[in-house]
Each structure stands twice: as structure tokens, then as C-alpha cells.
């Protein structure tokens, strides 16, 4: 039965019960008062909402799993950025660099010498090289006594291990005790300035495409 049918039900008890003498016998006057309390019971719950009808409305509007799972979990919930994607955190993954532009990709050819290095620098700086170009302060070069003018070679420090690719563009060293001579610029990268002569290995490389092995 409904709480409607419940109350019309007892109310029309009531009605029938009030209609009676007011000399009726004490127990039943006493079951007059129990169903018109029952009745004034059964009218307040009939305006509150069953269980049923909440879980029906929570079922209506439930709750994303995922934001369910932070609050079980004790987190705070992902925010939303205002295109309304959910804002990505900051990922504590290190990941390599790509190499820096204009960075050449080479391959060795041909046979690798060791000796000794030194730079060349100050009065020079300025003058035409044997390729035609002129020596200065920023450009990566070297001098070789006998490998190809304007071709590259990968030099490495033994000292320190730093290596740096530089375009062969003039004739040297003039001291026959030493392989290789290296502009201002090359000399930083090797960071070899300090000590003037350091020992290196000169190998001849070619540049390939990046894709290359």
C-alpha cells in the first residue's frame, strides 16, 4: 500500500472513531489516541524522501570514476584546463636533447694520427689562409700539413677527452714537432687555450646525413 493509501486509511479510521460517544470505555479511547498518533506520524513521513528516491537522484548525476578513485584515494582531483583537457603534470621523466642546430653528423675515413697541438691566434688573425679565407675568432678551423684544404677533421684532446670537428683552411704547423694547428675558437672548444700544446689524435671525417649509421 502507498503512504497516500495510508493516511486516507487511517484518517477515515480516525473520523469513525470520533464520531463515537464521548463515554466510550477507556480502551478504546486509548486506541482512538494510538491511531491518531500514528496517523500524525505517518503524514510527516510520507514528505520525506524515501532511500530509494536519494539513491535514484545520486544515480542520475554519478561521480567520474576518476575523481571518485582520487577521493578514495586521498588526492585532489585533476584540474581542467580552460579548453576544458585535463591539465598534464609536469613529468619528472628525463629525456635526451636533440642535438643542437648545426651540429654536424660525421663518419672517419682514412687513417687517425696522434701528436701534439697548438693554436694559433693574435697576429694572425686577420690574414688571408691558405684556402683563401681569412683566420678569426669564431669560426672553427685548423691547420694541417697534408690533409686536403677545406676538407674536415674530427680532433680530440687525449688530455680531456673533448673532441671538435674543424674545416682543414691553411698549412702548418711551421714547428715540424707539431701535427696540428687549431684557430681561437677550435682551441676553446678543446679547452686547451691554458696549456698551449696538448696531446690529440686528428681523424678525417666526412659529413652524412643524420640518418646515416
Same mark, same amino acid.
Given at each position: 500500500? %502507498? +503512504?497516500?493509501? %495510508?493516511?486516507?486509511?487511517?484518517?477515515?479510521?480516525?473520523?469513525?472513531?470520533g464520531s463515537a460517544r464521548a463515554d466510550q470505555p477507556p480502551a478504546r479511547r486509548a486506541a482512538v489516541k494510538a491511531i491518531v498518533h500514528t496517523?500524525?506520524?505517518?503524514?510527516?513521513?510520507?514528505?520525506v524522501p524515501s532511500v530509494a528516491t536519494v539513491a535514484h537522484v545520486a544515480a542520475k548525476a554519478p561521480v567520474p570514476a576518476k575523481l571518485a578513485h582520487a577521493a578514495v584515494a586521498g588526492h585532489a582531483a585533476p584540474t581542467k584546463h580552460p579548453t576544458g583537457k585535463l591539465a598534464e603534470k609536469p613529468s619528472n621523466e628525463r629525456h635526451?636533447?636533440?642535438?643542437?642546430?648545426?651540429?654536424?653528423?660525421v663518419r672517419a675515413i682514412g687513417r687517425a694520427e696522434t701528436g701534439t697541438a697548438a693554436w694559433y691566434g693574435g697576429t694572425y688573425i686577420g690574414r688571408r689562409t691558405s684556402s683563401g +679565407?681569412?683566420?678569426?675568432?669564431?669560426?672553427?678551423?685548423?691547420?694541417?700539413?697534408t690533409l686536403p684544404l677545406n676538407s674536415l677533421a674530427r680532433v680530440t684532446n687525449l688530455g680531456n677527452g673533448r673532441s671538435v670537428i674543424v674545416r682543414v683552411t691553411d698549412r702548418g704547423p711551421i714547428s715540424t714537432t707539431l701535427l696540428i694547428d687549431m684557430s681561437p675558437r677550435a682551441a676553446d672548444e678543446?679547452?686547451?687555450?691554458?696549456?698551449?700544446?696538448?696531446?690529440?689524435?686528428? @681523424?678525417?671525417?666526412? @659529413?652524412?646525413?643524420?640518418? +646515416?649509421?
Open positions: 500500500m %502507498s +503512504s497516500r493509501g %495510508s493516511i486516507a486509511f487511517f484518517l477515515a479510521m480516525l473520523a469513525f472513531f496517523a500524525a506520524v505517518t503524514r510527516r513521513i510520507a514528505h635526451d636533447k636533440a642535438a643542437a642546430p648545426g651540429a654536424l653528423c +679565407s681569412t683566420l678569426d675568432t669564431t669560426h672553427l678551423t685548423a691547420a694541417h700539413r678543446l679547452q686547451m687555450k691554458h696549456a698551449g700544446l696538448v696531446p690529440v689524435r686528428v @681523424e678525417p671525417v666526412v @659529413e652524412v646525413a643524420a640518418t +646515416s649509421k
